[in-house]
T-cell receptor, first 116, second 108 residues
Framework: GAVVSQHPSWVICKSGTSVKIECRSLDFQATTMFWYRQFPKQSLMLMATSNEGSKATYEQGVEKDKFLINHASLTLSTLTVTSAHPEDSSFYIC????????????FGPGTRLTVT | GQSLEQPSEVTAVEGAIVQINCTYQTSGFYGLSWYQQHDGGAPTFLSYNALDGLEETGRFSSFLSRSDSYGYLLLQELQMKDSASYFCAVGGFQKLVFGTGTRLLVSP
């Protein structure tokens, strides 16, 4: 099956610093990648959608200058949380899809970010 | 906007059958999906309905009524490992909007 990995699986950073999260599709080409954020006991909220080689499309209320998304290749997307604050502490999950392979999105295992 | 409402929590015993409902309001409709998520884990795809009716996949079945903007996930022969959160979602490979989520607790 389609496998998506994320790195790191968890990260702790100090307030004011930046942290980068990688999302890779291991055995298929991801024409589109998605980034979600999930707070404890809440649903997944879509942050942005990125297509390879294009600028990401951010959902309303998500600061594009704070959450930098790069989708430089068909197998890699990165999310950089800049100037992190404690309220950015959350579970960040990416997913990937290929338009030619049907409707399904394949999810990565998630990254737990804690900002101290 | 889009919204999907689910019951917050459902409890059941092993071997029982449980139904998790989902009502949605969307500006466009591209099918209803169901995902399972264990604590600390990633969502796992369970099923997808593009058309009205029942889809069966092993112990799990999913139903959709587009005229009622309603669907449900049916879990049969419940096992302890089914304790998890379940999310309905509308959309597809382009974009998914998730429901509020239902926490299922299965007891012995």
């Amino acid at each position: 099956g389609a496998v998506v990995s994320q790195h790191p699986s968890w990260v702790i950073c100090k307030s004011g610093t930046s942290v980068k999260i990688e999302c890779r599709s291991l055995d298929f080409q991801a024409t589109t990648m998605f980034w979600y954020r999930q707070f404890p006991k809440q649903s997944l909220m879509l942050m942005a959608t990125s297509n390879e080689g294009s600028k990401a499309t951010y959902e309303q209320g998500v600061e594009k200058d704070k959450f930098l998304i790069n989708h430089a290749s068909l197998t890699l997307s990165t999310l950089t949380v800049t100037s992190a604050h404690p309220e950015d502490s959350s579970f960040y999950i990416c997913s990937a899809s290929n338009a030619g392979q049907g409707y399904e999105q394949y999810f990565g295992p998630g990254t737990r970010l804690t900002v101290t | 906007g889009q919204s999907l409402e689910q019951p917050s929590e459902v409890t059941a015993v092993e071997g029982a059958i449980v139904q998790i409902n989902c009502t949605y309001q969307t500006s466009g409709f591209y099918g209803l999906s169901w995902y399972q998520q264990h604590d600390g884990g990633a969502p796992t795809f369970l099923s997808y309905n593009a058309l009205d009716g029942l889809e069966e996949t092993g112990r799990f079945s999913s139903f959709l009524s587009r005229s009622d903007s309603y669907g449900y996930l049916l879990l049969q022969e419940l096992q302890m490992k089914d304790s998890a959160s379940y999310f309905c979602a509308v959309g597809g490979f382009q974009k998914l909007v998730f429901g509020t989520g239902t926490r299922l607790l299965v007891s012995p």
